[in-house]
């Protein structure tokens, strides 16, 4: 079965409109889903401070090797201890 020129045309031209439209609604979309599910990097506002701290300490170590370069570099200090919270 053979569809007309203009139907193939409107359908088409339905088609475009649909995929621009959901592109330009694509971003507050996404917004939204982020703010309601904490996705995306958009976190939650706490409503309280939280009622003890945290005493855990993490070492974190800093590295420089650049694999496969002529240059060298060398961190100002190899490790450094923080506390989390």
């Known amino acids: 079965m053979k569809l007309s020129n203009t139907k193939v045309a409107l359908v ?3 088609v475009f409109t649909g995929m621009l439209g959901l592109g330009f609604a694509a971003d507050p979309l996404y917004d939204t889903f982020c703010k309601v599910t904490g996705f995306g990097g958009t976190t939650r506002i706490a409503t309280a401070a939280p009622d003890r ?29 923080l506390k989390l919270g």
Do not use: I, Y
Request: proline share 6%; glycine share 4%.
């Open 12 to 14: 088409s031209l339905g």
């Open 53 to 81: 701290m945290v005493e855990q300490e993490v070492m974190v170590r800093f590295d420089a090797n650049v694999a496969d370069t002529p240059l060298t570099f060398h961190p100002l200090q190899t490790t450094q201890t």
